[in-house]
């Protein structure tokens, strides 16, 4: 059995940051095990721009990214593996892979980095009723046939959900002359980004109908409309509302779920709001050895993010391989979200293993306007920042510095909360 000290799971941009942070702190041995024909994950569907202006200071698409990340680990000459997935990872970090050529063999890992990613829920996960014809998407799969494979997938549009992939698929369908008749949001604000909603539909006159939902799918073999229905606060259809709407794509774009059968498998507790893995400040998980990042921790709006929170996860596999063991005997401080934020990510901080300044991310749960966001150490306000905008699809963050937190190592719990003017 081939032995490495880190495996990385996934060579999209989490894997492939993560695995280039632990080899630029002192560990050789790696290898990344990719189930694509290609390293970058997500981003080689995602021709638009607006990708590394926080990491690479300047606007590059989604290919151009994971080429600079990939050449990064080519330079580096940290070993992957394509085709291949991942069966299980035991207890021990024996991990079980598969691919065409090998068949199934076990990899001996020291550490495993989880960077797994996120699939998109489908319309069976929203009960939508109606037939179920032709025409019917997952934003992300008709990025794929448009931007990888040529083919666009109808004439006239309607997209459920207001997510990023959503928005953006959109603009891409709209520009290779598809009718997008609207965007159908069931809630009272986007999941997206405020810039993609100016960006991919103001700019191009799409309407986005807030407190909607597509009651039903009409068609039999192949989609003839939607009927559209206003919702109450509930997110409910209201009588009477229903607008019938002919189409003959309907794009699905409700939301992404991280992918964590593996780590469930594993023992891995999870967070029941973000479906990702339970981590402290080193983002190692429950099972000691273990570490998560990316898309299959929490859901992020920015790939730039992602990569920042991997880079630490593969700084903190190295020292772990360093030292062949964690200490976390030391006290743990709980982070709580509180009246206004959804989660946060990490889940504790744990003093014995506390080594740098801590990111805190999390999303609020609400539109806000000239809000701040407090930081409690117990009852002691510790942080009062005004955030101009606050939106759910905007992830957030906060650093809590190393030096004020050891100065409180008293505290039980760390509170964020929203404060609306």
Known sequence: MKEYDIVVIGGGPAGLAAAYS????????ILI???????????????????????FKEELTGPEYAERYANLVEEKNIEYILNSMVLSVDENKVVTVMNEEDGIFEIQAKAVILAMGCRERSRGAINIPGYRP???????????????????????????GSGDIGLIMARRMALEGAKVKAVVERKPYSSGLQRNIVQCLDDYDIPLLYQHTVSKVVGKDRMEGVVLSKVDDKKQ???????FVSCDT??????????????RDLGVKMNRKTSGPIVGENLMTNVEGVFACGNVLHVHDLVDHVTMESNIAGKKAAEYIKMNKVDTSGKKIQ?????????????????STLSDD?????RVTDVYEGAYVDVNFDDELAIHRKKPFLAPGEMQEIKLKKDY?????????????????
């Not at 997500?42 to 638009?48: E, K, P």
């Not at 982070?335 to 003093?351: A, F, M, R, T, W």
Request: net charge negative; with cysteine; charged share 20%.
């Open 22 to 29: 632990a080899k630029e702190n002192g560990i050789d041995n």
């Open 33 to 55: 095990i990719e189930r694509d024909n290609i390293l970058g994950g997500i981003l080689n569907q995602c021709i638009h721009n607006g990708f590394g202006l926080h990491v």
């Open 405 to 421: 937190i050891l100065e409180h190592q008293n505290t039980d719990n760390i509170t964020f909360k929203v404060e609306a003017k």
């Open 237 to 243: 259809a209201i009588p009477g509302t229903e607008e």
């Open 250 to 263: 309907l794009l699905l774009s409700v939301g992404l779920i991280p992918e964590n059968e593996i780590s």
């Open 134 to 160: 032709s025409g019917v998407f997952s934003a992300g799969m008709v990025q794929r046939l448009m931007n990888m494979e040529g083919y666009i997938p109808g004439k006239e549009v309607v997209i459920f």
């Open 358 to 362: 801590v990111t805190v991310r999390f």
């Open 335 to 351: 982070l709580i979200p509180d009246k206004g934020v959804s989660y946060l990510v990490p889940d504790h901080i744990n003093l």
